[in-house]
């Protein structure tokens, strides 16, 4: 398996792009409104943290999955949601700013969570292996998301006509990234592709539309508004898979441990891209409404 450079090096750069562009439509005041009504954040955390590894759990149990993948997959649902949420949230109107702020608390809690629950993966199912904290996980979202957000809310301070006529701009330079992302994660691996989807194919698909479908209901069910249980769907159902590689491949060493992200890595786009036109179609009265300063 190779983490080619168009996912290791390309991704990362056009994403922190990406970011500035969001953080031209994002003020100050986005950020002062959650930090006043933190029910979002707790929402979404609560989801992530707790409910997501339970069912990956159940997944592993149901599925009978051998060690190794079980490991895999656990490892898969304690990475957070990273920049390319962010990224998908922006595309269907979602609340970016709620995006940015889970990014930046799940990468510090990912810190001690991703080795808390692969560690635990790793001894419940007879794996091998050890896995310490992830302190360059925060210095990576501080260089990739939280540096370029600043530096676009700093332009939007500065000239909010420019921030206005960068914004589609921004959308289809985002729409344009996807899509390569997409062809080059299946190209990268079509020699191996089919042997993934056959070890783990079902498990990870059921898993992303479990995530995506639990961010949405949840945050509606404790009454959050629409754009922010598209943010918070995409933050819970689109993972860091670039961390999670770089984990089992690096630190444990381990290809088959790394299989079910990079499975993950390509259908998530398909699946999280789906459901978002799905769910953003489904109620069109309400696309008015402005993800970046919704209430709360």
């Not at 990234?177 to 080059?184: F, K």
């Not at 489904?282 to 300063?293: I, L, V």
């Amino acid at each position: 398996m190779n983490d080619s450079a168009l996912i290791s090096i390309g991704l990362p750069v056009a994403l922190a792009i990406i970011m500035f562009g969001l953080g031209l439509s994002l003020t100050l005041g986005d950020f002062a409104r959650i930090a006043r009504s933190p029910r979002a954040v707790v929402v979404a955390l609560a989801l992530q943290m707790l409910v997501l590894p339970s069912i990956a759990f159940a997944l592993i149990t149901v599925f009978d999955l051998e060690p190794l993948l079980a490991v895999g997959i656990m490892l898969l649902a304690a990475s957070p949601g990273g920049t390319t949420a962010n990224l998908l949230s922006h595309l269907f109107r979602g609340d970016v700013a709620l995006n940015v702020t889970l990014t930046a608390i799940n990468s510090v809690l990912a810190a001690v969570t991703i080795p808390l629950i692969t560690n635990f993966a790793i001894d419940h199912f007879g794996a091998e292996g050890t896995l310490g904290l992830q302190v360059g996980k925060v210095v990576q979202v501080i260089a990739i998301v939280l540096v370029p957000v600043a530096l676009g809310m700093l332009v939007r301070r500065r000239s909010a006509a420019f921030a206005a006529r960068a914004d589609r701009p921004v959308r289809v330079f985002s729409i344009t990234v996807l899509a390569i992302v997409s062809v080059g994660a299946i190209l990268g691996e079509r020699d191996n592709l089919l042997d993934y989807l056959r070890d783990v194919g079902i498990v990870v698909a059921i898993f992303c539309l479990c995530s995506l479908t639990l961010g949405y209901a949840g945050a509606r069910l404790f009454r959050l508004t629409r754009a922010q249980a598209i943010a918070t769907s995409m933050e819970v159902g689109v993972h860091n898979t670039t961390v999670a590689l770089t984990i089992a491949l690096s630190v444990l060493d381990n290809t088959q441990v790394a299989i079910p992200s990079a499975v993950y890595s390509i259908v998530m786009y398909v699946l999280a891209g789906s459901f978002g036109y799905a769910i953003t179609r489904s109620w069109p009265q309400e696309k008015a409404e402005s993800p970046a300063h919704a209430t709360v």
